[in-house]
């Protein structure tokens, strides 16, 4: 079956620099979250999209923005970046609120 | 308050025990629990909802839910140690649409 896949794995950027990640949600699913995990920490919720359009949004940084495009995928861009920014950013992805599937995360390292 | 709470632990089991984790949560109108495993470095993996009260078995795992307390556990039966991971709860909040909110997670240890 297909899953939700993220791109890339792993991104490498240096601060100031500006970090761009891709999620491509499961075929009919029609909601997208994006989530932010540091070292030990729980998922903190960033920001989430329904039918491609912003629908909820949590402790996203102003540096950051996200949408969703016609085609259901949804990307993360992050501009700015700072050391506190490196962690594991995970897409999920679910279908009227119902179960929600997780992406591979990308792991993101700001140096 | 925050809004999902869990022990971080960790919990500690002998193989073969049956392991308890518990989770509250602070928006009474919730509707949707989870309970996800996340190996270190990995992402978290789906491996029960519930979403009326009461229990709900799936193999070795048990889900149980009392919205009344606000409440949801997970029973691990016959724990080995390949359970041994950090089990976040999730709920799917009425303040926001579309807001999965997770809980700190409980790291449990599954020793021989």
């Known amino acids: 079956a297909a899953g939700v896949i993220q791109s890339p794995r792993h991104l490498i950027k240096e601060k100031r620099e500006t970090a761009t990640l891709k999620c491509y949600p499961i075929?009919?699913?029609?909601?997208v979250y994006w989530y932010q995990q540091g070292p030990g920490q729980d998922p903190q919720f960033l920001i989430s999209?329904?039918?491609?359009?912003?629908?909820d949004k949590g402790s996203i940084p102003d540096r950051f923005s996200a949408q969703q495009f016609s085609d259901y995928h949804s990307e993360l861009n992050m501009s700015s970046l700072e050391l506190g920014d490196s962690a594991l950013y995970f897409c999920?992805?679910?279908?009227?609120?119902?179960?929600?599937?997780f992406g591979q995360g990308t792991r993101l390292t700001v140096v | 308050q925050k809004e999902v709470e869990q022990n971080s632990g960790p919990l500690s089991v002998p193989e073969g025990a049956i392991a308890s984790l518990n989770c509250t949560y602070s928006d009474r109108g919730s509707q949707s629990f989870f309970w996800y495993r996340q190996y270190s470095g990995k992402s978290p993996e789906l491996i029960m909802s519930?979403?009326?009260?009461g229990d709900k078995e799936d193999g070795r795992f048990t889900a149980q839910l009392n919205k009344a307390s606000q409440y949801v556990s997970l029973l691990i039966r016959d724990s080995q140690p390949s359970d041994s991971a950090t089990y976040l709860c999730a709920v799917n909040t009425l303040g926001g649409y579309n807001k999965l909110i997770f809980g700190a997670g409980t790291r449990l240890a599954v020793h021989p």
């Open positions: 519930i979403y009326s009260n």
């Open positions: 075929p009919r699913h029609d909601t």
């Open positions: 999920a992805s679910s279908s009227d609120e119902d179960e929600a599937f």
């Open positions: 999209f329904y039918e491609k359009m912003q629908s």
